[in-house]
């Protein structure tokens, strides 16, 4: 072989070696190793705006009469402070589940919480330890609530809030679902907080909206983590077969019986 052609094919095989670890540099950052789908572990209920953790218990307790390992987890502050900073807490959460032993977290983000989410998830190595990632009336794309406080001025919205805005830094930063767990948005068409409603729906998710499950639901943004339909829906979206599609309304009635159940035991 002529010293021409030698360095020609060398080039080649440099040149197709490279694409192999790019490739591999590619799938390790999109998050293709993903968690396998079949070995559940413990479930991280996020908070949303403000931190309150009392409305997610409720669901909790669903899921842990379900058999889950359930932890909520604390705010960072009093839950208005940066969402990355709140990310920062999911981020702890989860290591510590995963040290005890758990095989995967599963995420539940309920508002902002689904915000924080998504930020850990893009940002803090999320996406290649979430099995599953479900949002319930999350602001995804901003609510006009918090673009009217964030005119208003720094003194009436905190660093949640002006994060929160349509347009803000962090939400044009955020790819809208990280490769790797899969992932639901659940929300409500008469959400009166996430305006408008449909701010919560993401490029890449299985989008429930309640009332295309249940046409008569009335379900506001404060009732989501304890409407029976909504409980049902992230019970399916966290079993081991995940949903695939979105409950077609002829299911309504036995998903918030089964809801509903669940939220009794």
Do not use: F, I, K, N
Not at 20 to 48: F, I, K, M, N, W
Not at 76 to 93: F, I, V
Not at 150 to 156: C, M, N, R, S, V
Not at 238 to 252: H, I, S, W
């Amino acid at each position: 072989m002529s010293p021409r052609r030698r360095a020609a094919v060398l080039g080649l095989v440099l040149l197709v070696l490279l694409a192999a670890g790019g490739l591999v540099l590619l799938e390790r950052r999109s998050g293709a190793s993903a968690v396998a789908q079949d070995r559940p572990g413990t479930v991280l209920l996020v908070p949303g705006y403000g931190g309150g953790t009392a409305s997610l218990q409720p669901l909790a307790t669903a899921l842990r009469a379900s058999g889950r390992e359930v932890e909520v987890v604390e705010p960072e502050g009093d839950g208005t402070g940066d969402l990355r900073r709140q990310a920062d807490a999911l981020a702890a959460a989860a290591d510590a589940a995963l040290a005890a032993g758990a095989p995967s977290v599963d995420v539940v983000g309920y508002s902002a919480g689904g915000v924080v989410a998504r930020v850990w998830a893009a940002e803090d190595g999320g996406a290649d330890r979430a099995r599953r990632v479900v949002t319930l009336g999350s602001p995804h794309h901003g609510t006009d609530l918090a673009g009217l406080g964030a005119a208003l001025g720094t003194g009436a919205c905190p660093p949640a809030c002006r994060q929160l805005a349509p347009g803000s830094d962090l939400l044009a930063s955020l790819p809208e679902t990280p490769a790797g767990p899969r992932w639901v948005s659940v929300w409500t068409a008469d959400d009166e907080t996430v305006v408008p409603p449909d701010t919560a729906v993401l490029d890449g998710a299985l989008d429930v909206e309640v009332q295309a499950v249940c046409p008569d639901a009335r379900t506001t943004h404060g009732e989501l983590p304890r409407d029976p339909l909504v409980v049902a829906v992230v019970l399916r979206a966290l079993a081991v077969e995940p949903l695939g599609d979105r409950p077609a309304p002829d299911r309504c009635d036995a998903l918030r019986q089964e809801g509903t159940r669940a939220l009794s035991s």
